[in-house]
């Protein structure tokens, strides 16, 4: 079983950055899609940015411009850099990866004061 784990959340001050780092216990084989959802306090979890194989990026409207998904090796298949961060963003983030089988992690809080 693939175990993945989030990291690089905490608090910030609107207008700040974080980079969220995705570990993957093992090689994940067949990997279609790499994403980043995230949900909030009371709403359900969204799609925040998917990148695939092919190379296209697509991102949720309201972090387009702000925050960017990168690929990356076996061991950290995904990140998310996120720069001018909103009250709004404040979630707990999770990455996903999609192959053969589809996996989660257990989420990192991200917290931006106004």
């Known amino acids: 079983q693939v175990q993945l784990v989030e990291s690089g959340g905490g608090l910030v001050q609107a207008g700040g950055s974080l980079r969220l780092s995705c570990a993957a216990s093992r090689s994940i084989f067949g990997v279609n899609a790499l994403s980043w959802y995230r949900q909030a306090p009371g709403k359900q979890r969204e799609l925040v940015a998917q990148i695939t194989t092919n190379g296209s990026r697509n991102y949720a409207d309201s972090v387009k411009g702000r925050f960017t998904i990168s690929g990356g090796n076996a061991k950290n298949p995904v990140s998310l850099q996120m720069n001018s961060l909103k009250s709004e963003d404040t979630a707990v983030y999770y990455c996903?990866?999609?192959?053969?089988?589809?996996?989660w992690g257990q989420g990192t809080q991200v917290t931006v004061s106004s």
């Open positions: 996903n990866v999609r192959g053969i089988g589809e996996y």
